[in-house]
């Protein structure tokens, strides 16, 4: 009886140690997991400060690898389509709620794409459509970053007609195969009207709380161990009183 009595307490005590053996595994992934996705944050911080200290580069000249570029001001020459525009809804600016305005632009080598032409305020109400700037007739040249599309949102967007009077479609973003694998956050160009008054933000460049969650998974994993020591220091004092052999 004492010896069924013995192994039950031996396979209760294995998994209890396997319990905590996991637990403590568990916590060190998420460290690991934590701690890399904090240097995969640093390493996108360092490449867009990098990319934007560089020198302007023309636009003509970047056939692909898109993603090389991301973040760097490019120039490029070309003309609006001002019947080809959506506004980016739930854009925020300072604390007041309104829309990133994308123009589709076609560039003098033929590309078409969406340039960004900053933020505007929402209008009174979901029916009235907020003011947008004309965009300028005939050639235009563009100083901008350049942004890989998978960037802009996915879904259908209020467009606009050319005299922005009104909302009167839903246009997809994603949706035209004429679009290059890029868009442009428009920053100034050749004529003073080009120039946002509030253009597209680059995101903060923070590197974020993963370093210091990966710590607080260690200790955690730390709170175990020492849980577990509590357990079985009180399980030998009590073994001891009652004179048998204590549980590991």
């Known amino acids: 009886m004492s010896g069924e009595r013995s192994s039950e307490k031996e396979s209760k005590t294995l998994l209890k140690n396997l319990v905590t053996l996991l637990l403590i595994l568990g916590c060190l992934w998420a460290s690991q997991w934590q701690f890399q996705r904090g240097i995969d944050r640093q390493d996108r911080n360092q490449a867009i400060e990098a990319q934007l200290t560089l020198s302007p580069v023309e636009l003509k000249n970047i056939k692909e690898d898109f993603a090389k570029y991301e973040w ?15 506004l980016l809804k739930n854009r925020y600016f300072e604390g007041v709620y309104g829309y990133e305005v994308l123009t589709r632009f076609t560039a003098t080598d033929g590309r078409s794409f969406w340039v960004d032409r900053g933020w505007v305020k929402a209008g009174k109400d979901a029916t009235t459509a907020p003011v947008v700037s004309p965009t300028p007739n005939g ?7 350049l942004r890989l599309d998978r960037s802009l949102p996915q879904g259908a967007f209020f467009a606009l007609p050319a005299s922005g009077a009104g909302m009167i479609s839903k246009l997809n973003a994603q949706s035209d195969s004429t679009s290059e694998g890029f868009y442009l956050d428009l920053l100034s160009g050749s ?9 597209a933000q680059v995101p903060e460049l923070s590197d974020g709380p993963h370093i210091a969650y990966s710590l607080q998974w260690i200790f955690f ?13 009180g399980q030998i004092l009590t073994s001891k009183e009652l004179g048998v052999e204590p549980a590991s």
């Open 72 to 86: 760097r001001t490019v120039t490029t020459q070309g003309s609006f389509d001002p019947t080809n525009q959506i």
């Open 139 to 145: 050639e235009v040249s563009l100083n901008a970053r």
């Open 191 to 199: 004529q003073p009207a080009l120039t946002p008054a509030v253009p």
């Open 221 to 233: 994993g730390g709170l175990i161990i020492y849980g577990r020591i509590l357990i079985w220091r």
